[in-house]
C-alpha cells in the first residue's frame, strides 16, 4: 500500500497561459471517459501527459488533482499522489506554458517527508507542520497543523496541552513522555525548500 503525499498548489502566469491551463485541465475533468474500478478517475495526471503527447508509462504520475479554482489570474488545487510529489509532470507543464510558476506545500506523514517551494513564502508561509496525537494522555487531542514558525507551534502546543512549551527541550520532553506512556505522537518538522 503506498503512502500518499497531500500537496496545495498556487499557479501563477499570465493571463493566456493560465487560461489554457485552466481550460484542459476542466475539460481532461468533465471528459466523458470509462473509468476501471480501482483506477484513478478523470482528474488522473496522466492524463495531463497524455495532453502533451507523453506516454504515462514512462513517468510516475500515479496520483490525481481535485479542488481546482480560479482565483482572479490563479490556479488553486490540491493533488494526492503516491510516495511523493510528480515534479517530472510539473517541470513539464512549466516547460509548456513558459510562463507558469507552481508554488507548492506538501507532506506525507508516514514517511515524515515535508517539502515545499514557495522558499520566500509568497503564497505558503508556513515551514513547520505539527503532528500531535494524544494517546492515552489526551485522547481528545488530534491535530495536523502548519506554523511558520517553530516559536508559534510551540505557543500553540502550550495552549492545548495546557503546559508550558518554550523550547526544544521542553517540546523534546512532551515527545518522549507521549511516546514511552501514552501511545501518543509529539512531532514537529521543518518543510525542506526544494529549488526547481
Request: one cysteine or more; proline letters at 3%.
Amino acid at each position: 500500500m503506498a503512502n500518499y503525499f497531500i500537496s496545495k498548489y498556487v499557479v501563477e502566469g499570465n493571463k493566456q497561459d493560465i487560461d489554457s491551463f485552466y481550460e484542459m485541465m476542466m475539460r481532461l475533468k468533465n471528459a466523458d471517459r470509462q473509468v476501471e474500478p480501482g483506477h484513478f478517475g478523470n482528474t488522473w495526471l496522466g492524463y495531463i501527459l497524455e495532453e502533451f503527447g507523453e506516454d504515462p508509462e514512462e513517468y510516475m504520475c500515479r496520483g490525481e488533482w481535485y479542488d481546482l479554482t480560479r482565483d482572479g489570474d490563479l490556479l488553486r488545487f490540491k493533488a494526492e499522489t503516491e510516495w511523493g510529489p510528480c515534479h517530472e509532470i510539473r517541470r513539464m507543464v512549466e516547460a509548456k506554458y513558459p510562463s507558469l510558476k507552481f508554488y507548492y506545500i506538501g507532506e506525507n506523514d508516514a514517511d515524515e517527508e515535508y517539502e515545499k517551494n514557495d522558499k520566500e513564502g509568497k503564497y505558503f508561509p508556513e515551514n513547520y507542520y505539527l503532528s500531535l496525537f494524544g494517546g492515552d494522555f489526551m485522547p481528545e487531542i488530534d491535530v495536523m497543523k502548519r506554523f511558520v514558525t517553530k516559536e508559534d507551534a510551540y505557543k500553540y502546543i502550550s495552549e492545548l496541552t495546557d503546559r508550558s512549551i518554550t523550547n526544544d527541550k521542553e517540546f523534546e520532553t512532551l515527545q518522549n513522555e507521549w511516546d514511552e506512556g501514552g501511545g501518543g505522537v509529539c512531532s514537529l518538522a521543518e518543510y525542506n525548500c526544494i529549488v526547481g
